[in-house]
């Protein structure tokens, strides 16, 4: 399937089954207001696909009226008793974190080998598409919708018989403008993914040309003491 005439809903499917595949646990978060939904299962079908995966269920929003049927309904989904949670409270979230360290095994914590560089730029000049394209698949979502990429991820890949790590992260955004919640949160995990890498590559839009955050976020790797190469998209 191509992500270009795909719908946004779609890439995140493909991603999904990407991430299933590639993971040594899953995480499948249902909201226990709302009970099982079309998606619900379709997300669950999709996973059963993919053998020797173990997959956590995640009833969120626990903090809302109590609802013993739609938590019940959740089990038909085949991966056992849900985690009752609240991500907004921060309820269960030990419990949850508890269950996932018991069934990571144990070279799930150990760090790629590779030189680790970072990929660093505003938000929609085309660090997913970088990346996809020096790694040759479809690893980050490309969509024209800023603030796709919400987490900084680690994508290990080989050239010339060299190993290299890119650390892609979501983008940046001045803190005065992130809203709370999983952008906040992203740009936090970018300025931690430049203190693990060893090189930065910042990515401009040729469209707009060189903004004044463009400036700021190449003054983070400055401040890092870090080699940083300049790209410019599009």
Request: glycine residues 6%.
């Amino acid at each position: 399937m191509s992500l270009a005439k795909a719908t946004f809903q779609q890439e995140i499917t493909f991603q999904a089954e990407v991430a299933a595949a590639e993971a040594d646990v899953v995480i499948l978060v249902c909201s226990i207001k709302e009970g099982v939904t079309r998606d619900d299962r379709f997300a669950a079908s999709v996973l059963k696909k993919l053998k020797a995966k173990r997959v956590i269920l995640v009833a969120n929003k626990v903090d809302a009226s109590p609802n013993d049927l739609n938590l019940h309904e959740m089990i038909t989904l085949g991966f056992g008793m849900p985690i009752q949670v609240s991500a907004e409270h921060g309820i269960g979230i030990g419990d949850l974190l508890d269950e996932c360290v018991r069934a990571l095994p144990r070279t799930s914590f150990l760090e790629p080998k590779g030189l680790p560089f970072c990929v660093i730029g505003r938000p929609n000049v085309g660090k997913s598409s970088l990346v996809n394209a020096l790694v040759g698949k479809e690893r980050a979502i490309v969509s024209p919708e800023a603030g796709t990429t919400r987490d900084a991820t680690d994508t290990a890949f080989t050239y010339q018989k060299h190993p290299y790590v890119i650390i892609d992260t979501a983008g940046i955004r001045r803190k005065g403008r992130v809203e709370a919640g999983a952008e906040k949160w992203s740009v936090l995990k970018a300025e931690r993914a430049l203190q693990r890498a060893k090189i930065a590559v910042l990515v401009v839009d040729a469209s707009t040309g060189v903004q004044e955050q463009d400036e700021v976020i190449a003054g983070l790797a400055h401040a890092a003491n870090m080699p940083a190469v300049i790209v410019v998209n599009k």
